[in-house]
T-cell receptor, first 115, second 120 residues
Framework: AQSVTQLDSHVSVSEGTPVLLRCNYS??????LFWYVQHPNKGLQLLLK??????LVKGINGFEAEFKKSETSFHLTKPSAHMSDAAEYFC?????????????FGKGTLLTVNP | DTEVTQTPKHLVMGMTNKKSLKCEQH?????MYWYKQKAKKPPELMFV???????INESVPSRFSPECPNSSLLNLHLHALQPEDSALYLC???????????????????FGPGTRLLVL
């Protein structure tokens, strides 16, 4: 069965400092993993996805994530936070509940960026 | 272009009203989805359409009625809703039709901005 656990419900950083949002996954086969961002009162925007071609995945807006099979992790990072990065971030695995078509969402991590 | 559009952006309706939400994509995607998202929660899947046919209904109450008139358009008809149905309703699409049995698919779902619904 597929599942994801976002280890932090809230992360607070200062502008210009690095961002680390942690996600662990559980999968019975090679997973499809995604990070989505949701700004206040907006829909979900795809940041990046793991396609098994490369373990280090680069996304939009300077974000990247590294797939580590040995640690079952897919943490999202950014070297330097901007105020505009303040949003809710969801780690997502495809599949779950016995259905490969489903997206199984983590509970989300709220990122706040302080000036 | 990975744009999914949704109208209206906001909707207020009474419990006896009938209203519809609309979702459109022009990316040639053959699968479309409706999700419901309550405040501070992740989205929950409601319906999946594949090749304009309803593939999945996640045990959604009949007061929600989806419709897919063509490959670009997805509607959600609302009737006799309850206040607890107030939420953000998100539409998404993906390129390939949903394969219920292929576990290796890595299809990306692209989401619209959502319709924020308030039921009074």
């Amino acid at each position: 069965a597929q599942s994801v656990t976002q280890l932090d419900s809230h992360v607070s950083v200062s502008e210009g400092t690095p961002v680390l949002l942690r996600c662990n996954y559980s999968s019975s086969y090679s997973p499809s993993l995604f990070w989505y961002v949701q700004h206040p009162n907006k829909g979900l925007q795809l940041l990046l996805k793991y396609t098994s071609a490369a373990t280090l995945v680069k996304g939009i807006n300077g974000f990247e994530a590294e797939f580590k099979k040995s640690e079952t992790s897919f943490h999202l990072t950014k070297p330097s936070a901007h105020m505009s990065d303040a949003a809710e971030y969801f780690c997502v695995v495809r599949g779950g509940g016995g259905s490969n078509y489903k997206l199984t969402f983590g509970k989300g991590t709220l990122l706040t960026v302080n000036p | 272009d990975t744009e999914v559009t949704q109208t209206p952006k906001h909707l207020v309706m009474g419990m006896t009203n009938k209203k519809s939400l609309k979702c459109e994509q022009h990316m040639g995607h053959r699968a479309m989805y409706w999700y419901k998202q309550k405040a501070k929660k992740p989205p929950e899947l409601m319906f999946v359409y594949s090749y304009e046919k309803l593939s999945i209904n996640e045990s959604v109450p009949s007061r929600f009625s989806p419709e897919c008139p063509n490959s670009s358009l997805l509607n959600l008809h609302l009737h006799a809703l309850q206040p607890e149905d107030s939420a953000l309703y998100l539409c998404a699409s993906s390129q390939e039709p949903v394969d219920l049995f292929y576990s290796g698919a890595q299809e990306t779902q692209y989401f619209g901005p959502g319709t924020r619904l308030l039921v009074l």
